[in-house]
Structures are given as C-alpha cells and as structure tokens.
C-alpha cells in the first residue's frame, strides 16, 4: 500500500496538534468518555479493554459512545467475525439523534462472506436524511486474524475514510455549491453486529449459515479527536490532504474499490449526482 513517506505525510495531516484539540481516550473501553454497551448479548472483557459484539438468531448486539462530537475523528481497532461470516454485517458508524428523517450519518459496514472470501467494507454518508452516496472496497488483508484501525476524520472541509492509516475515500464539504455536508448536528458514535442476510452478502445470494452461531466481532482503543470542544481553532491539517497522501488514496481506490455510486449509471440515469464532478 502507502510507502513510509507517504505514511509519514498522512499522520501529520490527519493528527490534531496538540494546542487546538480534545482527545477522549477510554482506559477501560467502557469508563468516562468511552463506550457503552446499549443492547444485545454483548459484554466487556475482565481488563476493561475489549467489547464484544455477538449475533445469534435471536438477537444482534450493539454499543454507542457516551459523548457526542460535532467535528472529530474517530479511531477503532475492530477484528470482524472469523471463518464463514456470509449474512453479518459488523458496523462502525457516527449518528446524529432526534429526528430519523433529517438525520446525519457516516457509516462503515462490514460485510461478511463465505469462509475465504474477502470481506467487504461498504461506506455511504447521509445529510439531512438523504444518502445513497455509497462506495464499498474489497479489503486487501484478512480482517479476522487480527485487529486493524478504521478511522472516521470529519471536519468542515471533508469526510474521510482510514484504513490502517490508508485513506480509501473523500466527501469534500460542497454546501457552497448546493450539496448538503453534515455540519451543525452532532453524532454520536456507534458499534453493532446484525443480521442482513437479506443483502449483504453477493446480494443476497448467500444466507446466514445459524450453525456457525454465536458469531464475534471485537472492538478496542477507541479514541475520539474533536476540535469542536476546543473553540473551532482549524488548522491546515484540517483543510487538505497533501500530494503523497493523496496518491495513497488513488492507489487504494484503483486496486481495491469494488462499488462507486458516481460510476453507476443505471441508479442514475441523467447523470452521476454533482459532487461526483467536484473537487
């Protein structure tokens, strides 16, 4: 993927210096400005570090973040469920509360496959409501041998998407063009194992496989950067990713974007929504 400078170049973009932000870091997962379990047969671990996530054909499970952010990123390491995982979608999302017809939204989901087959990380954004904005990428390592980073950067200038420190996706912020960016409801975070078989795995094709229940995923070392807590001090990191990080971007997106709502001319017919065209 990214060479080491190009690595080098992306941190000091996308960290916050130290004057102008908050960071929330949990010592247990689950204590002060961390996490909570909310629904479903999940639990904590003895050490406080990890939550589990568990589905079975009763119940899916779920955890949400204590605080809000307006403006932050997120880090989580997450390992997705092993072996035939086909029907399960495990999610990392920020949400706005209150009303579901104007709500604001950035979502990963993972969604599961047959025993061998890659893993799919399915990514939209909603703005008052609205979505269909959704770009999935075939991840180019096993995401159940171990745990690795997904990270949600959401400023006023744009939304990005961070895999082990490898940016796949930007949304820039368009709302002087007429395209809606969320930008004034506050979201909290939020964690959940569920069943889609219905459409998450080859479209539905391949359906949930029950014997392989309970199934597992497990998140830790969640932080949260947010500069709303300290006044709205915006720096150049904020505004810009430079040339190097930019080219790890494109590289990531030529080798391993399988879906491009942009590129899908039976959705749309008259054209590819306008910030497809903008940069």
């Not at 003895?46 to 997120?74: C, E, H, K, M």
């Not at 998407?161 to 368009?174: A, F, K, Q, W």
């Amino acid at each position: 993927m990214a060479s080491a400078g190009s690595m080098k170049a992306l941190v000091v973009i996308l960290c916050i210096a130290a004057g102008t932000a908050h960071v929330v870091v949990a010592g247990r997962i689950d204590d002060g400005g961390g996490l909570e379990v909310m629904w479903g047969g999940a639990s904590v671990s003895p050490d406080g570090q990890v939550i589990s996530l568990s589905l079975d054909r009763s119940s899916g499970s779920g955890f949400r973040s204590r605080d809000t952010y307006l403006y932050a990123r997120i880090d989580l390491q997450i390992k997705l469920v092993p072996q035939n995982s086909a029907g399960t979608v495990a999610t990392c999302y920020m949400m706005s509360e209150g009303s579901w017809e104007a709500h604001d939204e950035i979502d990963l989901e993972f969604l599961g496959n047959e025993t061998g087959q890659p893993y799919t990380l399915h990514t939209n954004v909603f703005t008052n409501g609205a979505g269909q904005k959704e770009q999935q990428f075939r991840l180019w390592f096993d995401p159940t041998a171990g745990f690795h980073t997904y990270s949600i950067v959401w400023t006023p200038h744009h939304i990005l998407v961070v895999v082990d420190g490898t940016p796949i996706r930007e949304l820039r912020n368009h709302a002087d063009k007429g395209v809606a960016y969320p930008s004034w409801q506050p979201m909290r975070v939020h964690g959940s194992l569920w069943d889609a078989e219905d459409w998450a795995t080859q479209g539905g094709q391949v359906k949930t496989d029950w014997s392989q229940a309970p199934f597992v995923a497990q998140y830790r070392n969640f932080t949260a950067v947010s500069t709303a807590a300290a006044g709205g001090g915006y720096g150049q990191e904020y505004v810009m990713m430079d040339a190097a990080a930019q080219e790890a971007m494109r590289r990531a997106r030529e080798s391993y974007m399988t879906y491009d709502y942009c590129a899908d001319g039976r959705r749309f017919p008259q054209g590819a929504p306008p910030e497809c065209y903008m940069t």
